[in-house]
Each structure stands twice: as structure tokens, then as C-alpha cells.
């Protein structure tokens, strides 16, 4: 490092403004498959809401169009069962809050992102029991 340069890493933030902490390791989950619901560049999705798994939340993703539940080993899904821990797409967990079966968020590995699209309240009424 050059002196008087100073580089800094951004740290993710989740909803609640402090440091994104990790979803779920196992399975590995997040778009980047490294337990955080980091998003970027190609993550078309938005996968930024860490949720925990229902049989009714992985109902409707599948009434969607969007299987969570058989595996997919060329993208590295191991295909999921209530109680796994995911980092879901935004606009597909507030859809199924529309429908009055969101899964349990939990907040602090929710990228702040997801605000964009859910407010803080809603993520806040769906927060996962610790």
C-alpha cells in the first residue's frame, strides 16, 4: 500500500443501518453463496431479505414460478425445507406479504437494500424469533 493512501472496504449495512451480519452457512445461502445477503452487479433478483423458510412461503414461491424446494446442484441450491434459512429476492418475499404469507425476516442479515422495495415496518411486523 502507497503511504498516505488510505483504502477503504465498504461494509455491508443491514436494514438496520449497522454491519450485515451472515443469513446461513447450511446451507450456503446469498446470491454470492457466502451466508450474506449481499447483492451487486448481476444479482438481477435482489436477494437481500433473509428469511426463514415456511411450508406456506415455499408453497406459493413454487405456485410463482420459482422452486425452492427441489435441488439444484448446477447452481449450487441444495433445495430447501421449513426452518432453512435463505436469502430470498425482495419483491418475491413482498409479494408473498401481499398475500399474507411472508417467512420471518430476520433484520440484521437483511441487506438495508431491501428497503427500496419493503418498508422497515413491514420487515419489522415479519421479524424472526431468536
Do not use: I
Request: glycine fraction near 8%; charge should be negative.
Amino acid at each position: 500500500m502507497k503511504q498516505g493512501y488510505a483504502y477503504h472496504v465498504r461494509v455491508p449495512t443491514n436494514v438496520l443501518g449497522t454491519e450485515l451480519q451472515c443469513c446461513c452457512r447450511d446451507p450456503l445461502t446469498g446470491f454470492y453463496r457466502d451466508g450474506f445477503c449481499k447483492t451487486g452487479p448481476g444479482d438481477v433478483g435482489l436477494h437481500t431479505v433473509c428469511a426463514q423458510m415456511t411450508r406456506e412461503f415455499l408453497d406459493f414461491s413454487v405456485l410463482q414460478g420459482n422452486d425452492l424446494v427441489t435441488p439444484r446442484p448446477e447452481w449450487e441450491f441444495p433445495g430447501l425445507e421449513p426452518g432453512d434459512r435463505w436469502c430470498v429476492c425482495v419483491a418475491r418475499w413482498k409479494e408473498a406479504l401481499e398475500h399474507g404469507v411472508a417467512a420471518p425476516v430476520d433484520l440484521e442479515a437483511t441487506h438495508a437494500s431491501a428497503l427500496e422495495f419493503v418498508t422497515l415496518e413491514e420487515l419489522q411486523a415479519h421479524t424472526l424469533k431468536r
